[in-house]
């Protein structure tokens, strides 16, 4: 697995599903006449409600596959050289594809705040959840690119 994280194919999906994280809401808003970017969440567009919700809880779902191969991939990598940071990497990667992509593609949250369901809840605390691991990743990936004499790549990160 670890020359997978080295090709091409794997830096071009990751770029591809990194983009869309923040691109396809941007284009799938303007199909969702009740949407407004300023007061709603992005989740909004995954609720029953809305038009797009296929294709906006089928890309959260891509995305947490994929992210969480990509954490994997980051462990078994980086799991020989640095062995404390490749658990933290995984970690913090690992639980925000799980919690704000896969979970939270399947449970879908409503267009009204008002109405709370267990499925709304489930998608809040783990998308919550999610979000806040990812904070850690750049910090970590940072670390790392240091231990691995890349003083540019760290200080970047």
């Known amino acids: ?50 038009p797009v919700c296929v294709i906006y809880n089928t890309w959260l779902i891509w995305l947490g596959c994929f992210l969480a191969f990509a954490a994997a991939a980051y462990f078994f990598t980086t ?20 919690g704000a992509g896969l979970v939270s593609g399947i449970f879908h949250v409503n267009e009204n705040k008002d109405i709370v369901t267990a499925a709304s809840k489930v998608h809040g605390i783990s998308a919550a959840i999610g979000f806040m691991a990812l904070l850690f990743f750049p910090l970590l990936n940072g670390i790392l690119a240091f231990k691995q004499n890349n003083i540019i790549f760290g200080i970047v990160d």
């Open 1 to 50: 697995m670890g020359n997978i994280i080295t090709s091409k194919i794997f830096h071009s999906v990751m770029l591809f599903t990194v983009v869309g994280k923040f691109f396809l809401p941007w284009i799938l808003c303007r199909y969702y006449d009740g949407y407004n970017s300023k007061t709603m969440a992005m989740s909004a567009l995954g609720s029953l409600q809305s």
């Open 79 to 98: 799991k020989k050289d640095f062995p404390i940071l490749s658990v933290l990497l995984l970690f913090s990667l690992g639980t925000f594809a799980v």
